[in-house]
């Protein structure tokens, strides 16, 4: 949640500096906080994946999405975004889809009964 929080706060960041030169110390540092939650968000999503997959409470594929999606960042989402402009914008089309797929093994997934 953390690296999430930090991604949303580059986002507004990089409306602000969308008129900016490029690069500056701003826009540098703009990057390298991408590049921090990008990271926390990878470690974070691989960490609780690995924990949603021993739980054993979700089935099928459902069970690895998350740790899908945690591995992505650091197999396709980083190396991606170095890449051209156009294979970072796909790269980054297809990580939104797992998380599409992740709302929906969320939305199926079973509720755990609740006593009184």
């Known amino acids: ?6 991604l949303t706060l580059c986002e507004v960041g990089s409306i602000a500096l969308a008129n900016s030169a ?5 826009t540098d540092a703009l ?15 691989t960490l609780t994946g690995v924990a949603v997959a021993r739980a054993r409470l979700w089935t099928g594929s459902a069970r690895y999405i998350v740790l899908i999606c945690g591995i992505a960042v650091f197999v396709i989402v980083i190396p991606g975004v170095f890449s ?16 599409a ?8 997934a079973p509720r ?3 006593t009184r």
């Open 22 to 26: 490029y690069p500056t110390p701003r």
């Open 84 to 99: 051209t402009f156009l294979a970072g914008r796909l790269v980054l089309v297809a990580w939104m889809l797992m998380f």
């Open 1 to 6: 949640m953390v690296g999430l929080a930090v």
């Open 31 to 45: 990057g390298a906080a991408y590049g921090i939650a990008s990271i926390l968000i990878g470690m974070g999503m």
């Open 112 to 114: 755990p009964a609740t």
């Open 101 to 108: 797929a992740l709302g929906l093994a969320l939305i199926r």
